[in-house]
């Protein structure tokens, strides 16, 4: 089967999240059962970009509306990934550090879906599937069906995975004009709420819609940012997959951005040396619980409620917990965690942006990861931790609490409900009574290190809904 993954992010090329490291595993792990696989995603311009090899394998013009942008389609040279990668070059939208933030963030990714099909459809053979990737490709479905110059496409099935549903792409109908041609009654697919919203749109004209949980899967179906009614009556033709890790890339036994490498048979003495570099690092006590916070600094991840729930918690535990948040998002909440550096000295600590190597040092290093998202699709901070031998505490939404069990129900970690600083900071407390009982403790950490959260299993269930929706056609 010919697999095409279209996505706004694939790491290592360039990832601003979750969606990044999904579409840098599983498309590797689904070529491992025999499968020819194709990711295509704009030329942003990276590390990985300027540091690799790349040919040029197709070139044209994107018409859009009144504008025509030249654009080269780029083929990494040695499939280094573990599949083909096909980056759009577009200078003048796409020649750029960010992947998103842009004023014509709209005219970079509908440019960036119409010179994809418009290589697709120059090729010698039709994909079997196209598996689009949020809404930054969710026009392609539509446009496979519909715009007159795609007729070749219309028997091939499409997919649309949703990272995340409060994201939707909405833009008003006065850009019209940038689609291709196609029949005008089909306009009514394109709207909702009186826009165009590219989120909508693929999960109406795609084959089959995927969430990266089972559990988001039922969440979106009463709270999605205005599509609930829309999920609801496509549920016949979605599915939740949960999303896996790239148990190659996260493995404590063999990951070269650890100082110690360590197993589940020698993780204590692991830890504890990475731990103690960390501490180093950021002037912490290596002797007292470590509490992390890798991620996001937004509402949604409970950003907004770190700073108080650390204060709360430093004070409560005085001198007797110490607290590392390596994040961003929202400057005020940037700020006010950063706010709390010269009252816990010591303590408590923060790196405001992000650092790949630190993350994993972080996870082989911290004692307890602290998750108290308010929407989570699927997470895979949790899934790291456990592997890492980290404790994740989490609320109990989505992915998080497909992934996560509560250690008082012998599970793998430390669950609440809601996302308070209460909540967070009873856990933390709990947190702290578990530390202090070893044995306890280190028997939740072998359960989290066992615990198989690999692509093998979620990359067959991808395999399956294609040969559904293959057979549909």
Request: overall charge negative; glycine content about 6%.
């Amino acid at each position: 089967m010919e697999i095409f993954h279209i996505s706004a992010e694939c790491y290592p090329v360039a990832k601003v999240g979750g969606l990044a490291d999904v579409v840098g595993a599983l498309p590797k792990y689904q070529s491992n059962w025999g499968h020819q696989l194709r990711v295509v995603m704009p030329c942003y311009d990276t590390k990985f970009r300027n540091e690799n090899d790349f040919e040029c394998v197709h070139w044209g013009t994107v018409k859009l509306g009144d504008f025509n942008f030249p654009f080269s389609v780029l083929k990494e040279a040695t499939d280094k990934l573990g599949f083909e990668l096909y980056l759009m070059e577009i200078p003048e939208l796409f020649d750029r550090k960010e992947v998103y933030g842009y004023e014509d963030d709209i005219e970079r990714f509908m440019s960036f879906q119409i010179a994809t099909l418009d290589w697709i459809i120059g090729r010698e053979t039709m994909p079997d599937v196209i598996n689009c990737h949020d809404h930054h490709t969710g026009l392609i479905p539509f446009m496979m069906q519909h715009c007159y110059k795609y007729h070749q496409l219309l028997n091939t099935p499409s997919m649309i995975t949703i990272h995340n549903g409060l994201y939707q792409g909405q833009f008003s109908f006065d850009k019209l004009n940038y689609f291709p041609e196609f029949d005008l009654t089909h306009m009514r697919l394109l709207e909702w709420d009186h826009q165009i919203n590219s989120l909508a749109v693929a999960v109406k004209c795609a084959s089959a819609v995927t969430t990266v949980s089972p559990s988001y899967l039922d969440e979106i179906n009463y709270s999605a940012n205005g599509l609930e009614s829309l999920f609801n009556l496509v549920r016949y033709k979605s599915r939740g997959i949960l999303n896996g890790i790239d148990t190659q890339v996260w493995d404590p036994a063999k990951d070269k951005m650890l100082e110690k490498n360590y197993s589940i048979k020698n993780f204590e003495k692991g830890k504890q040396q990475n731990k103690e570099i960390l501490c180093t690092l950021f002037n912490l006590d290596p002797t007292k619980p470590l509490f992390s916070f890798i991620g996001r600094l937004w509402d949604e991840k409970g950003g907004d409620l770190l700073p108080q729930a650390s204060a709360l918690a430093l004070s409560e535990n005085y001198k007797e917990i110490n607290i590392l948040i390596l994040g961003s998002g929202s400057t005020q909440i940037e700020n006010q965690l950063n706010s709390l550096l010269a009252d816990y000295k010591g303590n408590y600590n923060t790196f405001i942006g992000y650092n790949e190597e630190l993350a994993h040092l972080i996870y082989a290093g911290a004692d307890f990861l602290m998750m108290p998202s308010r929407v989570e699709p699927c997470g895979l901070n949790q899934m790291y931790s456990l592997r890492y031998g980290t404790i994740p505490i989490v609320r109990r939404t989505g992915g998080l609490k497909d992934t996560v069990v509560d250690f008082g129900d012998d599970g793998n970690g430390i669950c609440h409900n809601q996302s308070s600083v209460g909540d967070i900071c009873y856990s933390i407390q709990r947190a702290v009574s578990l530390y202090e009982d070893k044995e306890r403790l280190n028997k939740i950490r072998k359960i989290g290190m066992s615990t198989d959260h690999s692509w093998e299993k979620a990359s067959q269930e991808y395999i399956e809904m294609y040969n559904l929706i293959l057979n549909k056609i």
